[in-house]
């Protein structure tokens, strides 16, 4: 079966510090791959996605960066955090099918809080 | 800007009643998703309607979509207190080689025992 890992669960950062969070796929190959943000009390802002090795789409101009390394890896980066990076940061996968009618699977999050 | 926009964004009710909340997206989808969150954790998918379904069932869960009022609707029937979370509808679009997922900002569930 597939599995999704995210870590760290929690992270305390001061502002102007760098942020690497990382998630990983396991028991699938080829994964869509997707970074969201969810403020306190609110939905899901999509970040960043990835449908393979090196390919990375943006969605919103910010102090972030995504990579994708590996196949089955997706890492959130920062080089200097700002105040307003502050959040619950999500990955999420489906499968890289041509097939649009498929659930996606959600990691535990990382609740990042900048000082 | 966000797709899909929840009402109402918070509910409370006794448990054994039923629960209703509604979802409105602006463009054409692929299909709808729903997906509950508990405090602290991811989202956990819970059932698929496609463009082309008017109604789907699942135990107790029931969704409904009109394409026409773009707008859709979970029932959840007999709540439990272990339903209290947060449910999100999610529209699913085709783009640049992928399929991307639009949130809504949620309806926050509370079912009092």
């Known amino acids: 079966s597939q599995t999704i890992h995210q870590w760290p669960a929690t992270l305390v950062q001061p502002v102007g510090s760098p942020l690497s969070l990382e998630c990983t796929v396991e028991?699938?190959?080829?994964?869509?791959l997707y970074w969201y943000r969810q403020a306190a009390g609110r939905g899901l802002q999509l970040l960043f996605y990835?449908?393979?090795?090196?390919?990375i789409s943006s969605e919103v101009p910010q102090n972030l960066s995504a990579s994708r390394p590996q196949d089955r890896q997706f890492i959130l980066s920062s080089k200097k955090l700002l105040l307003s990076d502050s959040g619950f940061y999500l990955c999420?996968?489906?499968?890289?099918?041509?097939?649009?009618?498929?659930?996606?699977?959600f990691g535990d999050g990382t609740r990042l809080s900048i000082l | 800007s966000q797709q899909g926009e929840e009402d109402p964004q918070a509910l409370s009710i006794q448990e054994g009643e039923n629960a209703t909340m509604n979802c409105s997206y602006k463009?054409?989808?692929?299909?709808l998703q729903w997906y509950r969150q508990n405090s602290g954790r991811g989202l956990v998918h819970l059932i698929l309607?496609?463009?082309?379904?008017r109604e789907k069932h699942s135990g107790r869960l029931r969704v409904t979509l009109d394409t026409s009022k773009k707008s859709s609707s979970l029932l959840i029937t007999a709540s439990r207190a272990a339903d209290t979370a947060s449910y999100f509808c999610?529209?699913?679009?085709?783009?640049?080689?992928?399929?991307?997922?639009?949130f809504g900002t949620g309806t926050r569930l509370k079912v009092l025992a």
């Open positions: 990835s449908v393979g090795i090196g390919q």
């Open positions: 999610a529209t699913v679009h085709t783009t640049s080689g992928t399929y991307k997922y639009i």
């Open positions: 999420a996968w489906n499968r890289g099918e041509w097939n649009s009618n498929q659930p996606q699977h």
């Open positions: 463009t054409s989808i692929n299909n």
């Open positions: 028991g699938t190959s080829n994964p869509n």
């Open positions: 309607i496609r463009s082309n379904e």
